[in-house]
């Protein structure tokens, strides 16, 4: 008795099972916005079988629906776009409305934000939308869709003035003595503290603009103004002890090499170590702080030990320029 009991609760399962997937077969996604779609915008969604996907689960609940993106074969990562929100639901033209957002306090959110959003690419990227709940996975889709990474015309408009900028600093450097020790008779050379201090300007600036371009948000993490407090203070620091070594290793080189030779030099060594130090880790750490971004679509948060490694080199730059003088 109890063997047959067994055998009539399995052969249902079995049912109930083969039911579901003959109903998911029969969900598809037919038609979705023509338009480009971007973060903040909105995407429309029509389902052959909406009323199967609308049918409620065991305990008598409508699952929460949640629009996905799906990259192009050959990949199959489809990621649900957590933090969006579901506007309308019209079963007379079996149409949903989503409209894309991404809660950067939610980490599930912001892991699928990156994947689609991050990293260096065109500023249109196509995906396949589809919908579905986020324990079930998205429901059939072969509709492919244009997302406007960059949306227009600020973002277009943030770039030319970023590229501007950055171009006329670097005209600034080369033809001025924006980034130079003040005068020591009638010559003036190219300071580290200074070139440090526009060093980590430029990457906040840019990462910051970056940021607000993809996803809107408009934060500063605390690691970045004391970045700037840091290279700010190793200028001012620089400044105040008032050695400023001759320079003259660099003189009948070209501009760029004596660039650098002034940065890191003096007459009596062309490299010194206390100042190949400080370059060496502010480079380091400005190529993680700008990996950092274009991964996580946030200024990365600095560890406190990076921090110190930071404020040590920079502390034993300024005070081997005492011995300098």
């Known amino acids: 008795m109890i063997k047959q009991s067994g055998a009539l609760a399995g052969a249902f399962l079995l049912c109930l099972l083969v039911s579901s997937q003959a109903e998911a077969q029969q969900v598809k996604v037919t038609s979705v916005t023509k338009d480009d779609v971007r973060l903040h915008g909105d995407i429309e969604i029509v389902v052959d079988g909406l009323e199967i996907l609308l049918k409620d689960n065991p305990e008598g609940k409508k699952p929460p629906l949640l629009p996905y993106l799906c990259f192009l074969p050959p990949s199959s990562a489809c990621y649900a776009m957590k933090g969006s929100t579901l506007r309308y639901i019209s079963k007379d033209t079996a149409t949903l409305k989503f409209t894309f957002d991404r809660k950067a306090s939610d980490v599930g959110s912001r892991y699928a934000w990156n994947h689609i959003l991050g990293g260096i690419g065109p500023f249109k990227r196509m995906y396949i939308a589809s919908l579905g709940a986020e324990d079930t996975g998205p429901i059939a889709s072969d509709q492919s869709v244009t997302f406007e990474v960059y949306p227009s015309p600020w973002s277009q408009i943030a770039i030319v003035v970023l590229v501007l900028l950055v171009i006329g600093f670097l005209v600034l450097v080369f033809k001025t003595d924006i980034l130079k020790d003040p005068k020591k008779g009638n010559e003036r050379t190219y300071s580290l503290g200074r070139f440090q201090?526009?060093?980590?300007?430029?990457?906040?600036?840019?990462?910051?603009?970056?940021?607000?371009?993809?996803?809107?948000?408009?934060?500063?993490?605390?690691?970045?103004?004391?970045?700037?407090?840091?290279?700010?203070?190793?200028?001012?620091?620089?400044?105040?002890?008032?050695?400023?070594?001759?320079?003259?290793?660099?003189?009948?080189?070209?501009?760029?090499?004596?660039?650098?030779?002034?940065?890191?030099?003096?007459?009596?060594?062309?490299?010194?170590?206390?100042?190949?130090?400080?370059?060496?880790?502010?480079?380091?750490?400005?190529?993680?702080?700008?990996?950092?971004?274009?991964?996580?679509?946030?200024?990365?948060?600095?560890?406190?030990?990076?921090?110190?490694?930071?404020?040590?080199?920079?502390?034993?730059?300024?005070?081997?320029?005492?011995?300098?003088?």
């Open 197 to 325: 201090m526009a060093f980590w300007f430029l990457i906040i600036l840019g990462s910051f603009t970056y940021i607000w371009m993809v996803t809107g948000d408009l934060a500063m993490p605390e690691t970045s103004l004391i970045l700037m407090g840091i290279s700010g203070a190793t200028a001012l620091g620089a400044i105040m002890v008032k050695p400023n070594p001759k320079k003259t290793a660099g003189r009948d080189k070209p501009p760029l090499v004596s660039f650098f030779l002034e940065l890191l030099g003096n007459d009596e060594d062309p490299i010194t170590l206390h100042r190949f130090q400080m370059f060496a880790w502010t480079m380091i750490l400005g190529i993680i702080f700008v990996a950092g971004v274009f991964k996580d679509l946030a200024q990365p948060v600095l560890d406190s030990s990076l921090l110190t490694l930071m404020g040590i080199s920079s502390g034993v730059y300024v005070g081997f320029k005492v011995p300098e003088k």
